[in-house]
Each structure stands twice: as C-alpha cells, then as structure tokens.
C-alpha cells in the first residue's frame, strides 16, 4: 500500500510536467501559425488564439518544468520530507497560475462582443474580407455598420444588406473556442490539485515511516 502510495505520487507527477509540455506547446504553435499568411480557413482561430495570454502559458510551462526537476530527488529519496514539501509548494504555484490564465480567457468571454468590435476595427480591409468570407458575414454589426469589404460573400451593398453581420457568429466562434480553452485549462488545474493531495499522501506516509523508524531504534537500544 506504502509503495502503492509513492507509484501514485509518480504516476500523477508524470501528467502534471506532461501537462506544462502541452502548455508550452499550444503557445509555441500559436505563436508559430500566426506569424504565417492568415488564409479564409484560419483567420478567425488566429485572431482569437492572439488574445489568449501565450506568454503567460510560457511562462507557466517554465514553472511546471521547474516544479518537475524540484520532484526528482523527492522521488528517487525514499526518506527525504524536505524537498516534498518544497515541491508541494511549487505546485500550488502553478496551479494559481493556470487557474489565473484560465479565468483571464473566461472573463473575456463574459464580453465577447464588445471585444470582438475593438479586434475588427483593428485589422485591416484584407483580413476583415477574410473574416467575411470565412464566416459568411458582411460588415460587423451590419453591412454599414460599419461598412463592409467588398469581395466574393460581400460583392454588391444590395447583397451584403441581405447577409448577417459578422458580430454573432464571430461571438457564437469566440465562445464556443474559448471554451474549449479554459476548459482545458480547469482541467490542468484538476491535475495540479490531484498531485497537492498524493504530495500530502506521501508526507504523512514518510512521517509515520520516520516515527516508526525512531521507534525501532529506541527499541533496539533498549534490547541493547
């Protein structure tokens, strides 16, 4: 059961740094597909993934990894409290600073619209067409306001006044995409929170090993 306790304790650690690896590695790709030619199919992804806060997750990644190399001599001592505890610690760090990323991207999803407006205006006409054309839209509220690109969804104003603005289902996009990103962030938290508890696990298991061991001694000094 004691051996079973510390294989969890390593089981867990294990999906904590894989879970810093999936961090670093969302981010690095992002950053990486954005500095590319935006293209109809991912314009909208690329625009919302550039408001999620990437160096934050870099950073965040950093950490878990240092976290990981603090478990080591934790893992490979069997007696040692010390660095435990320490990297007990670590973890609650990281998992307040996912759980700070997570809520950040939540947050922006509570206005979502009023967000999108400032990133439309921000682009420019070659990628407003873009999002037009990816999203079946004309304009972003309305085809005049504010007016729209014209391109192949949006050729003529009579056509483009009969089309949606782009507002809802840019905001139906964002919502349902960030979602799906803090959600996964939560879940990382869920992991950090799993390895604090098989952290304390096996501090108390290490401690009753300890007392167990003084009273042995004791015992045998006496017999002695």
């Known amino acids: 059961m004691k051996d079973g306790i510390l294989w969890s304790y390593i089981v867990v650690n294990f999906l904590f740094v894989a879970s810093g690896g999936l961090l670093i590695a969302f981010a690095l790709t992002t950053k990486s597909e954005n500095a590319q030619q935006q293209t109809v199919k991912t314009v909208a992804r690329d625009l919302l993934l550039m408001r999620c806060p990437l160096n934050g997750a870099i950073g965040n990644a950093v950490v878990v990894f240092v976290t990981f190399l603090i478990s080591l001599p934790a893992m490979m001592m069997p007696t040692t409290r010390g660095w435990l505890k320490l990297h007990g610690f670590m973890t609650v760090v990281c998992a ?44 972003y509220q309305n085809s005049t306001s504010p007016p729209f690109v014209v391109d192949s969804t949006c050729p003529t ?68």
Do not use: H
């Open 96 to 139: 307040l600073f996912t759980l700070v990323l997570g809520l950040e991207i939540w947050f922006d999803t509570l206005k979502t619209r009023a967000n999108l407006s400032v990133t439309w205006n921000l682009q420019t006409s070659a990628t407003q067409s873009l999002l037009q054309q990816e999203l079946g839209c004309c304009g």
């Open 157 to 224: 104003a009579a056509v483009a006044a009969t089309i949606v603005g782009c507002v809802t289902p840019f905001s139906k996009l964002a919502n349902n995409f960030l979602d799906e990103i803090f959600t996964g962030a939560f879940g990382i938290v869920g992991i950090d929170v799993a390895l604090v508890l098989m952290t304390t696990m096996l501090l108390k298991d290490r401690k009753e090993k300890a007392r167990y061991r003084v009273i042995d001694e004791k015992n045998g000094a006496r017999s002695f």
